[in-house]
């Protein structure tokens, strides 16, 4: 079980805006930076949003970052058959003196 | 531009120990840009940090494996390892190594990842 706390799956049809929540605790997202990893079929994860709400370069402005509180989300907008994939939020845990993970989401474009 | 490769046998029998190595190129190991990581993935399962290296030596293990496994650096080779003794069939999974710089909390590059089978 993560320790970050993801639903399983989520979906939308091209061009629609698709959200995905991450959520943990007091020693992790609530007291440290949210980061965002996209793995493609079959690929490894590559960077997507780092410190929350930034994006690495070549990243496009589809996807967004925010957090409150112990919360953090994801959201893709103008959603394209591309972005099917698993999406995964990471944050420091202060408790484990580590790295935790989501345990994912997988998107699917209908 | 800094690339990781990892590398290792793809199977290892149990209560062995898995070796694997991450060949960095772009990069001096030990300039103090990055540390290093390991992650792995089992089949449709989720990612876990087993643990990291520093550009000086130092470790941080993930509490869950820390007393099976083992990170170091290879200066003249320019490669960091991962050893995990005692291996058991959990221990399938595709491992990542991975690179955070420094100042960064985010793993900035990953590799292109091994399978290893128990």
């Known amino acids: 079980q993560s320790v970050l706390a993801q639903p399983p799956s989520a979906s939308g049809t091209p061009g629609q805006r698709v959200t995905i929540s991450c959520s943990g605790s007091?020693?992790?997202?609530?007291?440290?930076?949210v980061n965002w990893y996209q793995q493609l079929p079959g690929m490894a994860p590559k960077l997507l949003i780092y410190?929350?709400?930034q994006r690495p370069s070549g990243v496009p402005d589809r996807f967004s970052g925010s957090k409150s509180g112990t919360s953090a989300s994801l959201a893709i907008s103008g959603l394209q058959s591309d972005d099917e994939a698993n999406y995964y939020c990471?944050?420091?845990?202060?408790?484990?003196?580590?790295?935790?993970f989501g345990g994912g989401t997988k998107v699917t474009v209908l | 531009q800094v690339q990781l490769q990892e590398s290792g046998p793809g199977l290892v029998k149990p209560s062995q120990t898995l070796s694997l190595t991450c060949t960095v190129s772009?990069?001096?190991?030990?300039?103090?840009?990055?540390?290093w990581s390991w992650i792995r993935q089992p089949a449709g399962k989720g990612l876990e940090c087993i643990g990291r290296?520093?550009?000086?030596?130092?470790?941080n293990y993930n509490p869950s494996h820390k007393s099976r496994i083992t990170m170091s650096l290879d200066t003249s080779k320019n490669q960091f390892s991962l050893r995990v003794k005692s291996v058991i069939a959990a221990d399938t999974a595709v491992y990542y190594c991975?690179?955070?710089?420094?100042?960064?909390?985010?793993?900035?590059?990953w590799g292109q990842g091994t399978m290893v089978t128990v």
């Open positions: 991975a690179g955070t710089q420094v100042g960064s909390e985010a793993f900035d590059i």
């Open positions: 772009g990069d001096s190991i030990n300039s103090g840009d990055f540390y």
């Open positions: 290296v520093y550009s000086n030596g130092n470790t």
């Open positions: 007091s020693s992790n997202i609530g007291s440290t930076n």
């Open positions: 410190r929350n709400n």
């Open positions: 990471a944050a420091w845990d202060d408790s484990l003196n580590g790295p935790v």
